[in-house]
């Protein structure tokens, strides 16, 4: 099994910087997109970032120039570095990774969300 789990969330003003990180642990042969999706209250989940094993992001519109997605292989560790928060970006955050295992084929997986509000 593999399994994500996200940590870093929490309470900042508007314009203040938060980061989360997102462990993943298991049976991992490779590791092959990391993501940070968020879902605010009555909305869909909606992409933020995503890296590739070779390094490539991808960032939505919205966050652009103000977050940072990263990761450390080493680790199995993806970062999202947040920047000049606004109150828009208040949501629950998930992590997301694909890949494959040693013995169970690909695996697609998504953690248990961490609350970011950003609120004066």
């Known amino acids: 099994q593999v399994h994500l789990v996200e940590s870093g969330g929490g309470l900042v003003q508007p314009g203040g910087s938060l980061r989360l990180s997102c462990v993943v642990s298991g049976s991992i042969f490779s590791i092959n997109h990391m993501g940070w999706y968020c879902q605010a209250p009555g909305k869909q989940r909606e992409l933020v970032a995503t890296?590739?094993?070779?390094?490539?992001?991808n960032y939505a519109d919205s966050v652009k120039g103000r977050f940072t997605i990263s990761r450390d292989k080493a680790k199995n560790t993806v970062y999202l570095q947040m920047n000049s928060l606004k109150p828009e970006d208040t949501a629950v955050y998930y992590c997301n990774a694909d890949g494959l295992t040693y013995y169970s084929g690909r695996y697609d997986e998504w953690g248990q969300g961490t609350l970011v509000t950003v609120s004066s």
């Open positions: 890296i590739t094993s070779d390094g490539t992001t």
